[in-house]
T-cell receptor
């Protein structure tokens, strides 16, 4: 069975400093992995997704994530935080194995950005 | 191209009342999903529909029913609302994106914020 664990429920950074949001996954299959972002009172927007083509995945708004199979991790990073990055971020694994593409969500990491 | 739309945006119900949440997508996707989002819980799958005419239970189906009316529309019904169903409900549809490896992506609607008193 697939599962995903976001290691921090809340991360606070200062504007202009790096962002690291941590995610570990468990999967019986070669996983599909995603990061979604949710701004306050908004829907979910896809930031980036992992395909088997490349382990370093670049997404929108300067975010990227690295798939590390040996560590079963898919951490999200950004070199320099912006105030507009304040939001909740979800690490997601696709169910795979005939589950009709069902997504399994982590519990989310709330990112605060201080001026 | 509106993507995934949901109605209503907000709703307040009394315990025992019924209502239907509507979802439509204009991306010609086969698969559609209903999730609920509760604080600290992420999103949990209620029901999904892999194609027109089929529906299946997800992680938390109790108290809900769904109808896949046609390829575009997928509705979620609460027959007798309970306070435990207070939540934000998201509809999603799934289609191929970036198609190099067939990895597909779910696209989400804006959500319905439901309060049951």
């Amino acid at each position: 069975a697939q599962s995903v664990t976001q290691l921090d429920s809340h991360v606070s950074v200062s504007e202009g400093t790096p962002v690291l949001l941590r995610c570990n996954y468990s999967s019986s299959y070669s996983p599909s992995l995603f990061w979604y972002v949710q701004h306050p009172n908004k829907g979910l927007q896809l930031l980036l997704k992992y395909t088997s083509a490349a382990t370093l995945v670049k997404g929108i708004n300067g975010f990227e994530a690295e798939f590390k199979k040996s560590e079963t991790s898919f951490h999200l990073t950004k070199p320099s935080a912006h105030m507009s990055d304040a939001a909740e971020y979800f690490c997601v694994v696709s169910g795979g194995g005939g589950s009709q593409g069902n997504l399994i969500f982590g519990k989310g990491t709330k990112l605060s950005v201080k001026p | 191209n509106a993507g995934v739309t949901q109605t209503p945006k907000f709703q307040v119900l009394k315990t025992g009342q019924s209502m239907t949440l509507q979802c439509a997508q204009d991306m010609n996707h086969n698969s559609m999903y209903w999730y609920r989002q509760d604080p600290g819980m992420g999103l949990r799958l209620i029901y999904y529909s892999a194609s027109e005419g089929t529906t299946d239970k997800g992680e938390v189906p109790n108290g809900y029913n769904v109808s896949r009316l046609n390829k575009r529309e997928f509705s979620l019904r609460l027959e007798s609302a309970a306070p435990s169903q207070t939540s934000v409900y998201f509809c999603a549809s799934r289609g191929l994106a970036g198609g190099l490896t067939g990895t597909d992506t779910q696209y989400f609607g804006p959500g319905t914020r439901l309060t049951v008193l």
